[in-house]
């Protein structure tokens, strides 16, 4: 890996309405009964960095939640895996070599998180856990991992506020025990805090493991789910197997425990429109025989150097036109990995999920026509969206952070750089639950 000199330059914040590193807050009213994590002040921040850099800013949702009082923050984060920045250096040809270094990375992310005031941190291609979980230690949130299986070094991680949440449950779901590749997913069961207290959990790698304390119970709990989807464009069938498997335990989880809410994040490694996303939001059934495998992602397959954003969706518009009416041959295992029973070629996603990002209306410059974020990643052969945050119907999303407009990262000429630790933008949301 390339290694520079220097400490990341610090963020300068402008005055006016924008939020400095010491946040404003904004008074609310809050019933005395509510939990503790839910605070008296509520911090609103909006971050932004030098004029060239961009800015993002918190939007929030034009519904009246003032009822909704318990709340909570999470984050989902690509942050480029050290071997992978290493492996891939073609990728960061215009990011200057400083700016791959990952003690200067670790501590932009840990800066810009920290503006956020996030509950919950899902985090994807993390092969340096120990680092990260004595830096967030400082910051009262405790943490668990799993890497992946086979050779490489890198996995997903959950965090936590230690104060606001008891661990209840966890289980680590390893694709390959499926027939699916190497990937990795986590399911997390947490139990919103009365006290400080935080009640051991006992790990296993091949099922989930209850603490004994961990019985179902009537207080607010929640499902959280991290995954790093499997990245190969071709293999769209075990893209949708992987995501088929998070999504049953996901759900079987939250029945278990009383139709608990679910939050799901991760890099999907598929665009919006794809059929994979589409499997995710509808509650219709997904007929995969309608879908090349190679294309259900919607990955884009050229570089975004010689091709603008605008014209890759254009292109994307006219496959899908041309497709539309098509049936596709997948073999028999395909078809058995995708759908996890032989013969099976239609796909319904057990739970009702929406996009968080879709729910708080954003604008032209940062937001595809359906409210997605227009581009979450960021380098030298793709900029795009495929990280996504979702949610089951009773959370509601209050606000997003939302991402750098088209012409900003185009300007910029890749991820990392000196303000941003990733080639991927963090995804920031809060939410309330409701009854």
């Known amino acids: 890996m390339r290694t520079g000199e ?18 404003r807050v904004l008074k609310r009213k809050h019933e005395a009964d509510r939990h503790r994590h839910t605070a008296v002040e509520t911090k609103r921040r909006r971050t932004r960095g030098r004029g060239e850099d961009g800015i993002r800013r918190w939007v929030f949702s034009p519904r009246d939640l003032s009822s909704s009082m318990q709340r909570f923050v999470i984050v989902s984060y690509n942050l480029l895996g050290v071997e992978n920045a290493s492996k891939h250096l073609d990728l960061y040809h215009s990011v200057p070599s400083h700016c791959l270094n990952w003690d200067r990375r670790k501590r932009q992310i840990h800066k810009e998180l920290t503006l956020y005031n996030p509950n919950i941190l899902c985090f994807q291609e993390v092969d340096k856990f120990d680092e990260l979980a004595s830096i967030f230690q400082t910051d009262g949130y405790a943490g ?8 490489a070094n890198d996995g997903c991680a959950i965090f936590w506020k230690e104060k606001e949440f008891t661990l209840l449950y966890q289980e680590d779901i390893e694709f390959q025990k499926f027939g699916l590749r190497n990937n990795v997913a986590q399911l997390c069961l947490l139990k919103v805090s009365n006290n400080h207290s935080n009640h051991p959990v006992d790990k296993n790698t091949s099922s989930g493991t209850e603490c004994k304390f961990a019985t179902p119970v009537s207080s607010r709990t929640l ?3 991290n995954i790093h989807v499997l990245f190969n464009p071709n293999r769209g069938d075990i893209k949708l197997g992987q995501m088929r498997v998070l999504l049953e335990r996901a759900n079987a989880l939250s029945k278990k425990y009383g139709n608990a809410p679910v939050v799901i994040s991760g890099d999907l ?8 996303c589409q499997f995710l939001s509808s509650t219709e059934v997904l007929d995969i025989l309608q879908y090349d495998r ?3 992602s919607g990955q884009v397959e050229f570089s975004t150097r010689h091709v603008s954003f605008a014209v890759q969706n254009d292109r994307l518009r006219m496959w899908r036109c041309m497709t539309s009416q098509m049936k596709y041959s997948w073999s028999e295992e395909e078809i ?10 239609h796909l319904r996603n057990p739970l009702i999920l929406s996009s968080a990002y879709q729910g708080v209306p954003g604008g032209c410059k940062t937001r595809d026509e ?23 119907s009773s959370l509601v999303p209050v606000g997003v952070v ?7 990262l185009e300007r910029l000429g890749g991820l990392p750089n000196k303000q941003w630790g990733s080639d991927h933008l963090s995804l920031v949301c809060e939410f309330a639950f409701v009854d």
Request: hydrophobic content about 30%.
């Open 402 to 408: 939302d991402t750098l407009p088209i012409k900003i």
């Open 370 to 392: 359906n409210g997605e974020p227009l581009a979450t990643s960021y380098h030298s052969k793709f900029m795009g969206t495929v990280d996504y945050i979702w949610h089951s």
């Open 6 to 23: 220097g400490d990341p330059e610090p963020l300068k914040l402008p005055s006016g309405p924008v939020l400095s590193a010491e946040p």
């Open 269 to 276: 490694n598929s665009t919006p429109k794809s059929a994979i």
């Open 294 to 296: 190679k294309k259900m």
């Open 144 to 151: 668990i991992y799993k890497q992946r299986t086979g050779e």
């Open 223 to 225: 499902v959280v789910g």
């Open 336 to 345: 058995c990995l995708a759908s996890g029973r032989r013969g099976c070629t």
